[in-house]
């Protein structure tokens, strides 16, 4: 009788150590996806940075007004950033991509709160955050930064990350002050025009009763002819 529950024992403990060791090769495995991924993603990222950088990814045929942003040409090296987000390695593709620009002065937190105080002590020119956090989502965050008395800096730009680019997504956070707003997996010529958007071109501020943050309106210039009059 004691043999025979010896026996079962270690059958046991063989079942358990057999299921545990499945469990930890299909973690590996998932995880070696996903870091594959993000690194398929991040050299694209990088060349088509380059052949933005060298002009080649803008096509042939006359330049639209998209074009012409990318193009313009900015020192990245003079302005700082804070990324506020949680996830490593999307912190570590944004951090990697804004140096490969040349930027130099770039601040991470993973907590909203700790952020805010970072803004109230050094100079912040860029915030960019990340939708999806722990402790608070981004559109809270961002409440906090452009409507609370507490605020350091309500006047920040803003650009905010998101896998959600639904409409109402969209809506939520331009409604409650994002400056601009980009969804991933992002392209390096969106994540460019974003920066440019903000640092060369800010839109004026809006304060009204329900509403404090960068004018909702954006201005296109559809036509690129000859002007005519009448």
């Known amino acids: 009788m004691a043999g025979l529950f010896s026996f079962r024992n270690k059958t046991s403990s063989l079942d358990h150590d057999f299921r545990s060791g499945i469990l930890r090769i299909v973690l590996t495995l998932c995880f070696c996806i996903f870091c594959w991924i993000f690194l398929t993603d991040y050299t694209a990222l990088l060349t088509e940075f380059q052949s933005i950088e060298s002009g080649h990814a803008l096509g042939a045929g006359p330049a639209s007004s998209g074009d012409r942003l990318i193009k313009q040409k900015i020192d990245f090296s003079r302005v700082s950033f804070l990324i506020v987000d949680d996830n490593k390695l999307s912190i570590k593709m944004v951090g990697d991509t804004l140096r490969y620009l040349g930027a130099t002065n770039i601040e991470v937190t993973r907590n909203p709160d700790e952020a805010l105080s970072l803004i109230k002590k050094q100079n912040t020119d860029v915030l960019i955050t990340e939708w999806q ?98």
């Open 133 to 230: 956090m722990e402790s608070m989502t981004g559109v809270e965050f961002l409440d906090l930064l452009r409507n609370s008395s507490a605020s350091p800096n309500r006047f920040l730009p803003v650009i905010m990350l998101t896998g959600h680019s639904e409409e109402p997504f969209v809506a939520d956070a331009r409604d409650n002050g994002v400056t601009e707003f980009l969804a991933k997996p992002f392209t390096a010529k969106g994540f460019y025009a974003r920066l440019v958007s903000v640092i060369a071109r800010p839109r004026c501020f809006i304060n009204a009763p329900s509403y404090f943050g960068p004018d909702r309106r954006r201005k296109t210039m559809p036509y690129d002819g000859d002007e005519r009059r009448s």
